[in-house]
């Protein structure tokens, strides 16, 4: 897909990743709508990357209904929708609250998925689109500490698994984003957990989990959208987790090809 042109929505545009993605994506031309909670901040952001601000807290439903509805019927069709909002919780699964298993499920796997179930129709209707969803190598490590985290990101990436197999035929593109550590306040409260960091530490020891900067990380998603690459992962020498975890899921793939597409 062309970037210059197009139009785009960044969910969590107002801070790491998602600010850098959506002034990535403005660099090459796009039209770059950011959502997030935080008012000034967003404000800020897409006043500088020229873009416009949507305010919209993600963990709460009555804001995510309707949603994209509400964003076309504003601002016009939507080409690239990047479902980059999130959070984690870190720390051991017996000091978390029901609200805390609640609410990271809720904004990393359920408000995803919801909002692709928005959005993609709408592009199949128009013949073209492009659908990222932001997920984490935590989704195929056992990182100690992460085990909520690890289950919504685990949860989204098998969901855009299943979902690209669903659009097998469609004119919707897809791309999984599936990143580790890139230096943002996020790492930063993942290595105030001593168990956490200790993991994180001992693959930078292998050299297996260096720091990425998160603007390589927006160059590779913007650029995964203009040549169609179903995937993205960083560090490119931690893909080998995903990989060895998901060559099961491959095998099955091979042998469901062509018996889940809803056309």
């Given amino acids: ?66 949603l994209v509805e509400r964003i076309e019927a504003a601002n016009g069709p939507i080409d690239v929708w990047v479902n980059n909002a999130g959070v984690e919780t870190v720390g051991s699964l017996f000091d978390a609250t029901g609200s805390d298993v609640y609410s990271i499920h809720e904004l990393n796997l359920l408000t995803p998925i919801e909002l692709c179930r928005q959005v993609v129709p709408r592009m199949e209707q128009r ?19 992460m085990s909520l985290y690890a289950s919504s990101k685990a949860g989204l990436s098998n969901f855009h698994r299943v979902l690209r197999s669903e659009m097998r035929g469609s004119p919707v593109r897809s791309t999984i984003v599936e990143i580790g550590p890139i230096p943002t306040d996020m790492l930063d409260r993942v290595y105030s957990h001593p168990p956490s960091e200790r993991g994180f530490r001992r693959l930078r020891r292998l050299q297996l989990m260096p720091e990425v900067p998160r603007d390589r990380v927006a160059a590779g998603v913007v650029d995964a959208v203009e040549k169609d690459r179903a995937t993205v992962r960083f560090p490119r020498r931690a893909a080998v987790f995903p990989l060895i975890t998901s060559t099961p899921q491959r095998v099955v793939d091979v042998l469901l090809a062509g018996r889940r597409s809803r056309r």
């Fill in 127 to 145: 013949g073209r689109g492009h659908i990222v969803n932001v997920s984490s190598m935590a989704s195929s490590a056992a990182f100690s500490g």
């Fill in 1 to 66: 897909m062309q970037i210059r042109g197009t139009t785009w929505v960044v969910t969590g545009a107002s801070a790491g990743i998602g600010e850098s993605i959506a002034a990535e994506a403005a660099a090459r031309g796009a039209r770059v709508i950011g959502v997030a909670r935080r008012a000034d901040v967003l404000s800020e952001v897409m006043a500088r990357v020229g873009g416009i601000a949507v305010v919209a807290d993600l963990s709460d439903r009555s804001q995510v209904d309707a």
